[in-house]
């Protein structure tokens, strides 16, 4: 009985010690960086990779859930060569109990038409990030807006 109630204190005594925010904001900024830079060399596969299981992201016709389903929404995007994704993050901030955070930038999307040409799309992005139990940031919620 003694031992469950040091172990009940224990579990407390850490649940009121809040994580390091500072250090966690870092940690999901340096996340979303590598996002960027993996999805530049790894397309869809990279791109999917960043989700949580039951991620969401915003696409052209509505919500595209989960994996399975963003793994094919980005083997479409990615599929033309010329097609390239880049975003800067310029902001990130994490819930007081840093399990939960979001990250606010820029992205550019240039892709080559049928005439040779290229065309740019740019705009802004707002990720939701969750962390896992293995202490590593997955995106929950993407969402850009042109």
Avoid: H
Wanted: charged letters at 20%; hydrophobic letters at 45%; proline letters at 4%.
């Amino acid at each position: 009985m003694r031992l469950n109630a040091l172990v009940l204190m224990a579990a407390l005594l850490a649940a009121c010690n809040p994580p390091n925010l500072e250090q966690e904001r870092q940690a999901l900024l340096a996340a979303d960086i590598a996002f960027a830079e993996d999805v530049a060399q790894g397309g869809a596969e990279a791109w999917t990779s960043y989700f949580a299981p039951d991620g969401r992201m915003f696409g052209s016709d509505g919500w595209v859930t989960g994996r399975n389903a963003i793994m094919e929404y980005a083997s479409e995007m990615f599929a033309d060569e010329t097609a390239q994704l880049s975003w800067t993050p310029e902001v990130a901030e994490v819930a007081y109990y840093g399990d939960m955070g979001y990250t606010i930038g820029t992205y550019e999307f240039v892709q080559g038409d049928p005439e040779g040409d290229f065309v740019r799309m740019s705009g802004t992005y707002v990720t939701i990030w969750r962390k896992q139990n293995d202490g590593s940031w997955k995106v929950a919620v993407d969402i850009g807006n042109p």
